[in-house]
């Protein structure tokens, strides 16, 4: 049975920086691709960034571009989001997801319905 499960939320001051993880387990993440999401209440989810096995390509949405990296640590079963340079409008609660695939979607990986495994996720403020 997958699971995903994040944490690593809280309440940070504009301008500082966050690391998020998601924890995985019941599948391999050597052959797994990750997805990290946000929403915020109104909206629909947005995808942040998608984070392909071994040597797929990794994606990142316009919004956080140059402000994240997706680091992952397969032997542990883990997946981070890392943001710098977090703004108020970066508020949101995040979630990672998977669909069980090796790589991210090129044209897809931003659309929450291509994922089958969601977590809980966890609340990012930004706020002084």
């Known amino acids: 049975q997958v699971q995903l499960v994040e944490s690593g939320g809280g309440l940070v001051q504009p301008g500082e920086s966050l690391r998020l993880s998601c924890r995985t387990s019941g599948l391999n993440l050597d052959y797994s691709a990750i997805a990290w999401f946000r929403q915020v209440p109104g909206k629909e989810r947005e995808g942040v960034s998608c984070?392909?096995?071994?040597?797929?390509?990794?994606y990142y949405a316009d919004s956080v571009k140059g402000r994240i990296t997706i680091p992952r640590d397969n032997a542990e079963n883990m997946v981070y989001l890392e943001m710098t340079a977090l703004q108020p409008e970066d508020t949101a609660v995040y979630y990672c997801?998977?669909?069980?695939?090796?790589?991210?979607?090129?044209?897809?990986?931003?659309?929450?319905?291509?994922?089958?495994?969601w977590g809980q996720g966890t609340q990012v403020t930004v706020s002084s």
């Open positions: 997801a998977t669909a069980g695939k090796l790589y991210c979607s090129r044209t897809g990986w931003a659309r929450q319905y291509e994922y089958e495994y």
């Open positions: 984070s392909s096995s071994n040597l797929g390509g990794n």
